[in-house]
């Protein structure tokens, strides 16, 4: 099992950040109640709005709205694990994840690539995430391999099930995976269930987790819903990772911003510790600034790395392991 450096340790010498005070942390937690409570989350799924009714949040099935009492959130922050295991094909992959440690995995879910023979910009192709998936496999510094591309010349509505095959055809490595309804996550534990040696194997050690976003502002897609109820059922680890942007779909200050993406994340992580308590979470973010001039995501900005530092923050006052995007 890999068990990475630890990171962010307090130190009197070299360097170290101090993003948030504790002070700090409970001002975003207490505003991230309010909003959840006052303010709710839009939810367009008929499953999950029965499920969060089921644990205690109050539902408008009309405006598919739902509303967070501040205990069902807390309980439900409460129930996810410190630590995950990430487990891997070959068990010396296996990647634990809590605390401080840090480790890392390619950024996900490309539509073009710049290519290797003529550097010409292309769509990409399932050969693209094989190749990747070797990549990602050979190399140390990767802890886990994430859906790399989208293979543009395969059927879209299948796209993910072609790219969990060429990912974990050619890697040893834990797989995220991002499949985008009730019948492509239940295919993908199939196909997982299988590399495994059954779906309890599966659930022992899981060697594929979900990746899903909920939508900025203040809203979870049905799909979204649909990905984390599936995964949360099997007891598999599912990262709820809001890509807000500062200025676009979430207020233009940071601390606004914050809130918002924690907003988002909570009630996501919610809706899997009320499916199964106990279900493994990932708390993401790939939250950032909108350009203003040509309304686009700036990753790798100053205020992304601000912004990641203090989701990390959050994560670790709340004890949930922290995933997030980057440069």
């Known amino acids: 099992m890999r068990r990475s450096k630890a990171a962010g ?9 101090n993003c948030m005070s504790e002070a700090a942390v409970e001002r975003i937690h207490e505003a991230t109640l309010e909003v959840l409570k006052f303010t709710g989350i839009k939810v367009h799924s008929d499953d999950a709005l029965e499920i969060y009714y089921g644990g205690g ?3 408008d099935k009309k405006s598919r709205t739902v509303y967070f009492p501040a205990h069902v959130v807390e309980d439900c922050i409460r129930s996810a694990p410190s630590s995950i295991v ?6 010396e992959h296996d990647f634990l994840m809590g605390g401080k440690r840090v480790g890392f ?13 003529d550097g010409s910009v292309r769509e990409s192709t399932k050969k693209d995430t094989e190749d990747v998936a070797k990549l990602v496999d050979y190399l140390d510094q990767y802890d886990i391999l994430d859906c790399p591309v989208v293979p543009r010349e395969v059927n879209q509505e299948v796209f993910c099930l072609h790219n969990y095959e060429a990912m974990t055809a050619n890697t040893t490595k834990h797989c995220s995976t991002a499949p985008h309804s009730f019948r492509h996550a239940e295919l993908i534990i199939e ?5 495994a040696g059954g779906k309890d194997k599966l659930r022992q050690r899981p060697i594929i987790s979900a990746d899903v976003c909920p939508q900025s502002p203040l809203s ?3 799909e979204t819903c649909e990905t984390i109820i599936a995964y949360a059922r099997h ?22 911003t914050l809130v918002t993406h924690n907003a988002e994340v909570l009630a996501g992580i919610c809706l899997s510790q009320l499916t199964k308590r106990g279900t493994p979470n990932m708390y993401g973010s790939s939250t950032t600034i909108m350009e203003m001039r040509r309304g686009t995501a700036t990753v790798g900005c100053p205020e992304m790395a601000m912004l990641g530092a203090c989701v990390a923050t959050m994560a670790k006052s709340y004890m949930i392991p922290s995933f997030l995007a980057g440069s």
């Not at 007891?235 to 606004?256: I, K």
């Open 86 to 91: 990430l487990a891997a094909r070959n068990p």
């Open 220 to 222: 979870i897609a049905r």
């Open 191 to 195: 196909m997982a269930s299988a590399v």
């Open 105 to 117: 995995c390619n950024f996900s879910c490309g539509v073009q690539v710049v290519d290797l023979e």
């Open 235 to 256: 007891e598999l680890p599912v990262d709820v990772l809001s890509m807000a942007l500062a200025g676009g779909t979430s207020p233009v200050t940071l601390a606004g």
């Open 57 to 59: 949040c109050t539902v």
């Open 9 to 17: 340790e307090n130190m009197f010498e070299g360097f170290s950040i």
